[in-house]
């Protein structure tokens, strides 16, 4: 076993879906625990588990009910029910609360199995007009940076 603070690289997976577990009406999030992630405890640093479970809220909550653009949080809250250790595989699913023409109100699961060991309410903000959609990303920026880069 890796002792927190040692290098691994992370396995995150994502599965846009819709429902329940293994149907098309569901989001899942997942990773395995590495020993980087860890506080000197030996469990999920909180930082992490509410980095995850901002990006479940988020994308999954945005996913469910067909957004496909950047919803900033407005409000979060998070209860640590128990810690995950290295070696677990985490699993964060996302549930639409309800969702107004600029809010939706996410909860977000982070699990162990069958165990739930955080739970968090998210509220994001809907962007007016097109927003930041995913699908627009431009990922290779080098051009547009080496153009505004001052000249030596």
């Known amino acids: ?4 603070g040692a ?19 569901e989001f899942v999030l997942g990773f395995r625990v590495h ?18 479970a901002d990006l479940v809220g988020t994308m999954g909550g945005g996913t469910l009910v067909g ?10 809250t998070f209860d ?3 810690p995950a ?6 699993e964060g699913r996302a549930e639409v609360v309800r969702q107004t023409r600029s809010l939706l109100f996410t909860n977000i699961y982070l ?21 930041l959609a995913f699908g627009k990303a431009r990922l290779d920026r080098g051009a547009e940076v080496a153009a505004h880069r001052p000249a030596s």
């Not at 250790?85 to 985490?90: E, L, N, R």
């Not at 060991?117 to 007009?129: D, V, Y």
């Open 35 to 52: 020993g980087h992630m860890c506080n000197p405890a030996g469990g999920l640093h909180g930082g992490m588990m509410m980095t995850v």
């Open 85 to 90: 250790k290295v070696g677990d595989w985490v």
């Open 111 to 131: 699990t162990v199995g069958e165990e739930k060991f955080l739970r968090a309410s998210q509220i994001a903000k809907i962007p007016s007009g097109d927003g």
């Open 1 to 4: 076993m890796r002792a927190c």
């Open 7 to 25: 290098a691994a690289g992370p396995s995150l997976w994502s599965a846009p879906a819709r429902g329940g577990k293994g149907t098309r009406d």
């Open 67 to 76: 957004l496909r653009k950047f919803l900033p949080t407005v409000s979060m």
């Open 80 to 82: 640590f029910v128990a």
